[in-house]
């Protein structure tokens, strides 16, 4: 079968979307890997590398654009570009969660801790496993994968849930916790929308391959 220049611009388009997506999946374990260990330095990485999945996003919508001027695409071709361009927002947004975790982690980490960290690690764990099914379900072009994944999505929001009634509950019985209940809140709620972005990147895939827009989760 011929292939095209067009369609090899895709597939490194492509690559570039796996390889961003394989540094999120890093930050945001990361994140709360280094919050449970109190790991100082290991956040700032965090924080650092942000720069680098923010340069890839720029990479890649800068060889979005010049697919399109330069190939005018048709049809199916220009759904995924576009597709593509979506996503790499999409993680983009991710990348910055995962360094706002680790800039709450910093405010706090020399103090104890109000409550054992329990469900913030359960909801990084179930946001890098759906980030990687993800990944799986674009190398792949699965879009049964992709519908699945929203369902994941459901599990982190109750562990937000959970988040939130401890919180706040410390909070209401010893108000010297606030400042540091506060920013507990913030890492669970940058968990959350983590997992909506990671369902909006399966929306996009979804919209690539079958060309539906739907809404899943």
């Known amino acids: 079968m011929k292939i095209n220049s067009l369609d090899v611009s895709i597939d490194n ?8 997506m394989e540094k999120c999946e890093v930050a945001i374990d990361k994140s709360v890997t280094c919050m449970v260990n109190r790991d100082i330095e290991g956040a700032k990485e965090v924080i650092k590398d942000d720069d680098i999945i923010n340069e890839l996003r720029e990479q890649i919508r800068n060889k979005s654009i010049e697919l399109i001027v330069l190939k005018q695409p048709m049809a199916r071709d220009l759904r995924i570009i576009y597709a593509f361009a979506n996503i790499a927002i999409e993680l983009e947004r991710i990348g910055d969660y995962a360094a706002n975790i680790s800039k709450e982690m910093l405010e706090i980490v020399k103090e104890a801790y109000i409550k054992d960290l329990i469900d913030i690690p359960k909801m990084s764990e179930v946001c890098v496993e759906m980030l990687a099914k993800t990944r799986h379900s674009l190398e792949n072009l699965d879009t049964k994968l992709a519908y699945s994944i929203g369902d994941m999505d459901d599990e982190v929001d109750h562990l937000y849930t959970l988040v939130k009634r401890d919180s ?8 010297e916790t606030i400042d540091q209940g506060v920013k507990l809140l913030f890492i669970g709620r940058y968990l959350e929308r983590i997992g909506d972005h990671i369902t909006n990147v ?8 079958d060309g539906d827009m739907v809404e899943i989760g």
């Open 13 to 20: 388009l492509k690559e570039y979307i796996i390889t961003m």
């Open 202 to 209: 399966c929306e996009q895939i979804i919209y690539a391959v």
């Open 168 to 175: 706040l509950g410390i909070m209401h019985r010893k108000p």
